[in-house]
Structure formats: C-alpha cells, structure tokens
C-alpha cells in the first residue's frame, strides 16, 4: 500500500484532488513490479487507473461510496431518497443547497445557519467540487471493471458509466459469529455513528425518536462520545459511549432488542445491517441501503421511509412483537457474504480479464 502525506490528504479534503499527485509513484510501482493486474479502491482508484491505462495493466477498481463522485460527500436527494446519480450540474446544485437547507430543518444546525460566510464558503466549495466529481466518473469509465457492493450503488453509476464494465459482487465478507444460545436482550436500541460528522447517519433523526419510545427503554449511541449527550433533555433516554472493539460491538448487537440504520445520505451498502442481523438482531432501516435489497420481505429487517410518527410505530411494533431470528436466518446472511465466496468470486474475476474475457 503506498502511503499518503498527510498534507495530500488536506489538499484532497478541501479540492478532491491531492490523489492525483501520485500518479507518478504509482507509475513507477508498476514499471518496477510489473503485475499483471491492479486491485485498488477509494481515492487511490483516481491515479491507478491513469498509470494503468498508461502502463497498459488491467485494473478492477473497488467502487465502495459516493464520496468521489458526489461533490459534498453528502449524497442526499429530497429527504432520504439514494441519490440517483450525477446527471447535470442543476440537479447537484440543487442538492447541494437542499441538504444546506435540511441540515437547519432537523437541527443539526441553527437556523439560518445556511446564510452564515464559513457555510457560505463552503457551498462554493462544494460547487467547484462538482467538476472533480464529474473528471473522477470520466475515469471510473477507464478502469477495466468497477466493482460495487449492491444494485443501489450499480444504478447510481449506470447513468454515467457502462453498465457492463459495473459488477455488483461481496466485497464486504463477513465471519460468522460465536451467539450465546440464550441471548440476554436488554432494553436497549442500537445506533451507530461515526468519528466523523454523524448528521448524515441520522444522529438528529435517532434524538427525536429517543423522546418517543417506550418509557422503559433507551437508546444505546455508539462511536463518538457527544457532550450535548449530557443534557437533561436526553441523558434520561440515551446512553452514549466511544468506539469499541469488534467482539464488544457484537456483544451491543447481541444485547439490544433492535439496530437503528435512519441514514441520510445514500449507503453503498450498508454494514451494520449485516452485522446486526448475523448477532440475532433486527434491523429498522432507510430505504436508501444497499444491503435492503437483499433481504426483501424479510422479518427481521424493515425499511421505513425516513418519517418520525413511521419510525416509532416500527419500533413498538417491533418491541412488542419481536421476531426472533433463526440460525437459518443468519445462514441465508453469511452465505452470500461469507469470505470464502469473496475470495472465490474474486479469483474467478481475475482469471476472466487474465484470459481475455473481461476487457
């Protein structure tokens, strides 16, 4: 893995466009290596794919988000609908003000926030990015093959790419876990949220329902300690903790009675949902995730459109009726998404452009 100075990476932050200076370096990796095919993913994918080309070396090219080809990172469309992809600069604009606009009405940001000059700035930012956005799809067109994790993400690049050079396929394998036979669920929801900026995951969604649930009951937030936590408005129904290990997040999953995936911006795929399903947990979703379409019609996963008085019927439904998921259940999950698939899927892949057939 080459490594990135972390000046590049905010250079790339604020323009999306400090990869491209290491075109160069990866040139030289590929005259010096000489390999007979590239696998690369995120922001890497942008100067791989011109030294490949360059270099005349087949690349699969892991498509795994939006971030590099949406302009604010942000990829929501109206009100939790998945974006369907860049299709002229007036639609992204309009998305871009949209969201501005949304982040004030669900309280992530103060009112009038919008017109302030840091967020002012910002927009403008966002706007130019549009550009970069658009020249990282013209290169998306040049990779061999694009591989995406789900049809959502496949139909989001079928307007600007080929559709035959996109392949949806596991690049998310999971292990199977070690579940107590008799799980002990507490009275606890599970919402997870990133380090980062967790307003686009539904953090101020997931806020408001906690006023609205059942009296005995809490909503677990994990990943990022937030002091407005403390308040007295919400420490009676939210805990709050950091990070955890892999083990002690499947513990959480296997102690709540229910998983919350009220995701603003358009999931690739989505993870968690996997993840709490294979520890025996149900899901309630948005209906932009990748993963939803897996498991159509399946019990232990709802999709509900991102409307509050919605959501919580699903919960008390859920909470007073819970579907108890079966080994079966977690078997139907893990095989499609098991690492041996991964690895078989990806060798069968790789001997197909080898031998010609995918080109």
Known sequence: MIGIDKKLR??????GIGYYTLIPKIFRA??????????????????TIIAGKLTKVPVINIIRDTNLICSKNVDIFNYGIAC???????????????WRTLREIIGNKPTNWRFTLSSILTTLGYKARYYVARFNLYLFKHAT????????????????LN???????NITPIM???????????????FLIPKSDAAPKGLEFVLSLSKRIPANYKILIVGKILPKLKSPKYIAKILNIERVTGRDLDKLYQNSKITLMPTFCTEAFGRVIIESIMNKTPVIASPNCGANYYF??????KVIPLKTSLWIKAIKETLQNPYQITDEDVNLVYEPFSMQKCIEDFIALIQDILSGKKQ
């Open 145 to 160: 093959i694009n591989i995406v994790a789900s049809n959502l993400m496949k139909s989001i690049l079928s307007s600007n």
């Open 84 to 98: 369907k992809g860049i299709e002229n600069k007036k639609v992204c604009i309009d998305c871009i003000n949209r």
């Open 176 to 190: 199977r876990k070690d579940i107590p036979k008799d799980l002990k669920k507490e009275n606890h929801i599970l």
């Open 296 to 301: 159509k019609d399946k019990e232990f996963l």
């Open 30 to 47: 590929i005259k010096k290596h000489r390999p007979q095919i590239i696998l690369v993913q995120t922001g890497l994918s942008l100067p």
């Open 10 to 15: 905010k250079i790339y932050n604020l323009f």
């Open 163 to 169: 559709p035959n050079t996109i392949k949806v396929m």
